[in-house]
């Protein structure tokens, strides 16, 4: 069984940055693929970045390609989430999540579990 937290998340103006982080125990996630998903009111959630293998590869959607990036800790068992310069359709609940296995996926149904999520509110 892994347990994922979430933490980081508020409110910040448009233009801003946030620095999401999840902390996982219960398993080393440096060998399964690892991914933010966010979900806004009334949208399904949705891919945001993923991170897979000891080289570290990384995947964004293109909304946040530039702005964001996902990094690992494997010493300290940590995936975080950078983001810049926040849009209001940043707007969302942000999970982190494992992978079932170590491949790429931009799927939901390809992570075995998830965290409780953390709210990013960004005003214009």
């Keep these: 069984q892994v347990q994922l937290v979430e933490s980081g998340g508020g409110l910040v103006q448009a233009g801003g940055s946030l620095r999401l982080s999840c902390a996982a125990s219960g ?4 060998t399964y693929a690892m991914g933010w ?9 949705e891919f945001v970045a993923g991170l897979w293998g000891l080289v570290m590869f990384t995947r964004y959607s293109d909304s946040v390609k530039g702005r964001f990036t996902i990094s690992r800790d494997n010493t300290r068992n940590t995936v975080a989430l950078q983001m810049n310069s926040l849009k209001p359709e940043d707007a ?5 999540a494992v992978g079932r296995t170590n491949r790429a996926s931009t799927m939901p149904s390809d992570y075995e579990y998830w965290g409780q999520g953390t709210q990013v509110t960004v005003s214009s």
Aim: hydrophobic share 30%.
């Design 27 to 30: 398993r080393s996630v440096n």
């Design 37 to 45: 998903f966010r979900q806004a009111p009334g949208k399904e959630r």
């Design 92 to 96: 969302a609940v942000y999970y982190c």
